[in-house]
């Protein structure tokens, strides 16, 4: 039962992960709804019917998106200053040790990885090379070999700052809006600490900004722009992990 496209081709990188993982999600949300719950709801009504053999894929949407998993490895790399793939890997190889989904690289069983483009002279050094830059999963589908090169930095998605200021700057409604700045009353742009002039009467200030009324807004200021800045620094696959949450409790909804 595969209702969904899962992807594997000569060389899987971090778009095949994502792509992979939704699907799996999914594949997981029809297990559950199709399966598991017209199972028990025969149970449930008394209706006799034959069991029907299929397989959990819990173990391998775990594997994604558990709190050791590969996307919240992946992000802890990231965080380092001097994280690297090779890091990466190794974490991920170390901490899910002996998982049923996990296998290292070069040892999948699947003949499309095995002979692809690979030919026999040069099989056996694709292959040791193949482990110290690639991990297998074994999907729903079937296994997918993931080559870990620019996996860290396709996650982070960088803009160069000046890079994000013109962009945010732009006349074209779309992207202003996916970049724009924190510009709320309590935002970036509020936060003028300095004080304003105004009039004296009577030993008063009358008009103008006090120092306290700035520094207040000087705060609120810096805890917006600090918000954007954290939400800028948002990993793609945090942002994706999001965004697939949100899929399947809209899904989930509709029962």
């Known amino acids: 039962l595969d209702i969904f496209g899962f992807e594997v081709f000569e060389n899987n990188s971090f778009e095949q992960l994502c792509i992979n993982y939704a699907n799996e999600s999914l594949q997981q949300q ?10 028990a709801q025969y149970k449930a009504e008394g209706v006799v019917v034959d069991s029907i053999p299929f397989e959990d894929n819990s173990p ?35 901490r899910c040790k002996g998982h049923s989904h996990l296998k290292a690289g070069g040892t999948s069983s ?30 729903f589908a079937g296994e997918v070999e993931y ?51 105004g009039r004296v009467v009577g030993g008063r200030r009358v008009g103008g900004a006090s120092r306290a009324g700035g520094a207040s807004r000087g705060a609120a200021g810096g805890r917006g722009a600090a918000a954007t800045r ?21 899904i989930e909804s509709g029962r």
């Not at 002979?115 to 002279?121: L, N």
């Not at 939400?231 to 409790?249: C, M, N, T």
């Open 30 to 39: 029809f297990i559950n709804q199709m399966l598991h719950s017209m199972m």
């Open 60 to 94: 391998c949407v775990d594997l994604l998106e558990g709190k050791l998993g590969v996307f919240a490895l992946l992000d802890d790399e990231c965080n380092f200053p001097k994280g690297s793939e090779e890091d990466f890997l190794a974490k991920l190889m170390d």
């Open 230 to 250: 954290q939400a800028d620094k948002r990993s793609l696959g945090f942002q994706f992990k999001q965004q697939l949450s949100e899929l399947v409790k809209l």
């Open 147 to 197: 080559n870990i090169t620019s996996f860290l930095e396709k996650n982070r998605d960088n803009i160069n700052d000046s890079l994000r200021n013109v962009l945010r700057s732009s006349q074209q409604p779309l992207i202003a809006i996916l970049l724009s700045a924190d510009t709320s009353p309590g935002g970036a742009d509020a936060g003028d600490a300095e004080e304003k002039p």
């Open 110 to 139: 699947d003949p499309f990885l095995k002979d692809g483009v690979i030919t026999t002279k040069t099989a056996g050094a694709a292959r040791v090379q193949s482990s110290k830059q690639c991990f297998v999963i074994s999907h």
